[in-house]
């Protein structure tokens, strides 16, 4: 008897239509995208537990799908406490949805002439929240967990492959750019699948 689709499985085939039905329409797969995520993110109780483990240093980037023709990409952001990221870009727009605990994302832009970073606001995320990020509304910033004594995850989705995209991290001080290119906290589980999804057995 064929496996029944896990909450995951129908959320991808949601989100592969939604690509293939909008193609470069930004604003199309931001819009319907933000409701398929919610939905995702309504209940925690379908991120394998392999997904969900935190570092005592590091946050964590699990890739959870790789579209096979790198037209997005499905990552379970997991915080330790206290944990945060530096001040950076994604070149490509975002869907964030919080599954549990809650995130708190500083946006940013850059100060003429080497000048410091300026902050444009700050947004905390709980759970059930999506919110969406563009490079041509603005996509820097720095994400941080709320809280010092528990974990937090959030799924971010993005309009590439984001572990294999070189972006940028910011000097808060200087409004310096350097490249960089993520990868993923599960690099030995790709290598060995590459065409992984978290809802496949």
Do not use: C
């Not at 997904?51 to 990552?75: I, N």
């Not at 300026?118 to 563009?134: D, F």
């Not at 350097?178 to 906290?185: A, L, T, W």
């Amino acid at each position: 008897m064929k496996n029944k689709p896990t909450r995951f499985d129908r959320f991808v085939n949601e989100f592969t239509d939604l690509i293939d039905r909008a193609g470069d329409n930004e604003a199309k797969v931001l819009s319907e995208g933000r409701e398929f995520l919610a939905a995702l993110v309504s209940r925690d109780d379908w991120l394998p537990d392999q997904y969900a483990q935190p570092h005592p240093q590091y946050y964590q980037q699990y890739l959870l799908h790789a579209d096979p023709q790198d037209r997005f990409s499905v990552v379970s952001f997991v915080w330790g406490p206290g944990q945060k990221t530096p001040i950076h870009n994604h070149t490509v727009w975002a869907l964030i949805g919080m599954l549990r605990g809650g995130e708190r994302a500083e946006s940013f832009e850059a100060g003429p002439d080497g000048q410091p970073m300026r902050s444009l606001g700050i947004e905390e995320l709980t759970p059930g929240a999506v919110e969406s990020l563009s490079p041509h509304t603005g996509d820097v910033h720095r994400v941080s967990n709320i809280f010092e004594d528990r974990v937090s995850i959030s799924i971010h989705i993005y309009g590439g492959n984001i572990g294999r995209i070189s972006r940028h991290v910011f000097d808060a001080q200087t409004s310096g750019a350097k490249p960089f290119i993520s990868g993923y906290s599960n690099e030995s589980e790709i290598a060995a699948a590459p065409k992984l999804s978290a809802g496949k057995p």
